[in-house]
């Protein structure tokens, strides 16, 4: 049976190599998709490792053993704070060390040298060797001992090795503390006996985002205080998941629509091979035999479709992730999953291919071996149709012919349309508008911890800032533009006597604090933003007066609708209630109000009410020590060594802050962007892949239409018509078929547009929508084209001939 279905695939060369081109055409798609979202989800997981640690979260002070937190946790590691150094620019160095497996976790890379083997050898954080460099005046390398001056006091210490920068990316806990509760920036060997009552660990819980966090959230409440290491689940990892779930949805989205235009390939195989199983038939071949036949020939197309596929993915698994995260080769990647997933996919086409077996044999042994040796040949009843014109009866006749496959096709092209003009309109939509003006962004600390007392906020922890001298030495460079800079001055409360409030800011007040918090009985002004700005700032702002006449005295800016102009030339208490040794103590300063004025004025959105203070009276009546963010702006065409000098400056910046945020906002554009193209990029090649199946089942489907009904164009032609009229009305079919898909995958798309929500003009999409249809009319005019040549070779003798 096995040779006799080679030899009928064989007869049929050009069937053969177009159906085996088929299924290695969806095959190769669906294993690219698969092994490049794995390939990125591994390269994601290795640089988020690297950047921010391997571990969960970490729990802090906690009495239980290490043993005893490892039973609730696949892995635990041990670190410690044991010192600190002061720098003298006022710089902690915190001193400390990790053991073998928070080491392993922690994916600290050396830069150089080793790890400490020695009691008295350390490794420092790049950076910080960096100041400790330049506060001596010498480059101290490696194998060379220096004396320290620690809290401890002085220890002759030899420098093993140096470590790339890691602490100031890792998570840390709200309100951090230098030396306190973040991580070690030197690190030394663990000491035989660690003489502390309380331990540190980092712990690992192999999970889904959502699970790992649950399990860590209750971890950490079981065995003392603690944080999620979020800057790995939200950062580093925060398109882990979703690479899953776009990869699968298109691998559904290629197999459905190849599905249905292979099924429609072989239906017109079988049909044009049915004279032969008739023959069989006739010879004595029972329903056994001819399931073996058909099966065995689906079996070698399916067979050769996957030896076929399997080079064709390698190229285009690079394809997309040179593309889209362009993040590396394939490393680590989880071989069984992507073997298994593999085989499903392809169960699920043997499965289709076996059940569409079973039909063709239940056809052919339902029918009688003379039917069956005349061919599948359908008779149309259309005495029933209202039309006596003869070219709508004969679409009709055309149409219904193998309707189910006509509903289909349409339904193919329609979902290919859809596929690329929503894989656009998702692409574009969660990328967004990105506009700003900010080059760089850089924060001192994401998260502070506070309390309420007397309805004042009042800090856990003093809080990391930005020095005054940090931001001046980026506001001296030529080539920087400007500095949005935001004071850390979240326990700064600006008050107002009760009498002097208008209504619309009591209600604004109201809507904000339905408690009505006041402080000697002054209101209490809720969530107020504070800007500080120097003479060009306030220039900028509020050009029309002197800046001397603005210093020591402040300018409000209200939300829209808000009046306050009976403020101007009253005075503004501001106080601050913050933690000192084992109490509390309250600063308090007054202002006049310089003026008031609306924020659309000065072209701010902000909904908040806002304070505008002089820098340099702020600083020197102690109202902040720091800056809290900046947002730096920069000339245009920096050169390379301008780009280095600046980007140097705020790496020694936020190197030495915990918990501290840097960006490059065009390097942060292009990764929060990536899942985006990565979805449109997916979207493309399913509707390359789909378009391209869909193209040829549908031309199949017209000419195997064609010979099925060749009888028929054999007596029009007999009667007079032309091929070329012939061509004409499998023409008509065709657009018939495209102009029902274009109109079915139109309105969806406005449906899901309209109801999803859009920032671009619809416009933009449906000028998309018009290239895809485009682009599948132009294959199906080269399609037509080719069903042209073959009718031409068909003579009206050829068609109206029967074979005996």
């Not at 392993?104 to 954080?125: C, D, Q, Y």
């Not at 401890?152 to 030899?158: A, F, L, M, N, P």
Request: glycine share 6%; aromatic share 10%; proline share 2%.
């Amino acid at each position: 049976m096995f040779k006799l279905a080679m030899k009928l695939m064989l007869s049929r060369r050009k069937w053969l190599i177009v159906i085996i081109c088929s299924f290695a055409l969806m095959l190769a798609a669906t294993f690219s998709i698969l092994m490049a979202s794995e390939t990125i989800k591994s390269n994601l997981k290795k640089a988020a490792y690297q950047n921010y640690g391997e571990h969960t979260g970490v729990i802090l002070g906690a009495e239980a053993l290490k043993e005893d937190v490892r039973k609730n946790a696949d892995s635990v590691g041990e670190f410690a704070l044991s010192d600190r150094l002061i720098l003298k620019n006022g710089k902690v160095v915190s001193v400390g060390w990790f053991d073998e497996e928070a080491l392993r976790l922690s994916h600290i890379r050396l830069s150089e040298g080793t790890f400490p083997s020695k009691a008295n050898e350390i490794v420092i954080e790049s950076s910080y060797k960096k100041l400790l460099d330049k506060q001596d005046g010498q480059v101290w390398k490696i194998g060379e001992s220096k004396l320290l001056e620690f809290e401890s006091g002085h220890e002759q210490v030899t420098l093993a090795g140096v470590i790339e920068d890691y602490s100031a990316n890792w998570s840390v806990p709200a309100g951090v503390e230098k030396g306190k509760d973040d991580f070690p920036n030197i690190l030394t060997l663990k000491p035989e006996i660690t003489p502390y009552q309380t331990h540190n660990y980092m712990f690992q819980i192999k999970a889904n985002k959502y699970t790992a966090l649950d399990q860590s959230s209750s971890l950490i409440s079981d065995y003392g205080e603690g944080f999620i290491n979020s800057r790995l689940l939200h950062t580093g990892l925060i398109d882990y998941g979703t690479v899953s779930t776009v990869a699968f949805a298109f691998q559904i989205v290629v197999i459905c629509l190849s599905i249905i235009s292979i099924l429609t390939l072989l239906s017109f195989y079988f049909a044009n091979t049915v004279k032969k199983i008739g023959i069989f038939k006739a010879v004595g071949a029972n329903s056994l035999h001819l399931f073996s036949i058909i099966s065995y020939q689906y079996l070698i197309m399916l067979s050769a479709g996957i030896l076929l596929a399997v080079p064709m993915s390698i190229p285009l698994t690079t394809l997309i992730v040179e593309n889209t995260y362009d993040n590396g080769k394939p490393n680590d990647l989880n071989w069984a999953y992507i073997i298994g997933l593999n085989l499903v996919m392809i169960l699920i086409i043997s499965l289709c291919v076996v059940l569409k077996t079973i039909q063709d044999v239940r056809k052919v042994h339902a029918s009688s071996v003379a039917s069956s040796m005349r061919g599948n040949t359908q008779q149309l009843d259309i005495s029933k149709l209202r039309t006596e014109k003869f070219i709508l009866k004969q679409l009709y006749m055309q149409v219904v012919t193998f309707k189910k496959w006509s509903i289909l096709t349409v339904l193919s092209l329609s979902l290919c349309m859809l596929v690329i003009t929503l894989s656009i309109f998702i692409q574009k939509e969660t990328a967004g508008i990105w506009g700003s003006d900010v080059d760089y962004y850089i924060s001192a600390q994401e998260l502070f911890q506070s309390k309420t007392i007397g309805h004042l906020e009042v800090l856990k922890e003093e809080g990391l800032t930005i020095s005054a001298n940090d931001v001046n030495r980026i506001e001296s460079l030529p080539f920087v533009s400007n500095v949005e800079k935001t004071p850390f001055m979240v326990d700064v409360h600006p008050l107002i006597e009760e009498e002097f409030i208008p209504q619309s800011l009591g209600n604004w007040i109201s809507s904000l604090d339905p408690e009505e918090g006041a402080y000697k009985d002054k209101r209490i002004i809720p969530h107020a933003n504070y800007q500080v700005v120097d003479a060009k700032g306030f220039e900028e702002l509020y050009g029309e007066r002197s800046f001397e006449e603005f210093q020591g005295k402040v300018l409000l800016l209200l939300p829209s609708g808000i009046h306050g102009e009976n403020l101007k030339g009253h005075e503004m208490q501001f106080v601050r209630k913050y933690k000192s040794g084992s109490g509390l103590k309250t600063q308090e300063w007054t202002y006049p109000i310089y003026d008031v004025m609306d924020a659309s004025e000065v072209g701010m959105e902000d909904l908040a009410f806002t304070v505008i203070l002089d820098e340099e009276t702020a600083i020197k009546n102690g109202m902040f020590r720091g800056y809290y963010n900046l947002s730096i702006s920069t000339k245009d065409y920096l050169s390379e060594k301008q780009t280095d000098e600046l980007e140097s400056i705020l790496s020694e910046i936020v190197s030495t802050t915990p918990g501290s945020l840097y960006q490059k906002i065009s390097d942060f554009e292009i990764e929060d962007t990536k899942i985006s193209f990565f979805f449109g990029f997916l979207g493309k090649l399913s509707y390359s892949t789909a378009i391209l199946l869909a193209v040829i089942s549908t031309i199949t489907m017209i000419f195997g239409k064609y010979n099925n009904q060749k009888l028929r164009w054999g007596t029009y032609m007999s009667l007079g018509m032309s091929k070329k009229r012939v061509i004409q009305y499998l023409g008509l079919e065709l657009l018939l078929y495209l102009v029902c898909g274009s109109i079915i995958s139109t309105l969806i798309f406005l449906a899901m547009a309209f109801w999803i929500g859009h920032v671009y003009p619809i416009s933009l999409y449906l000028l998309y929508h018009l290239l895809s249809i485009a682009m599948i009319s132009l294959l199906l005019l080269t399609g037509i084209c080719l069903v042209r040549n073959q009718i031409n070779k068909h003579s009206i003798h050829d068609l109206l001939r029967r074979d005996e």
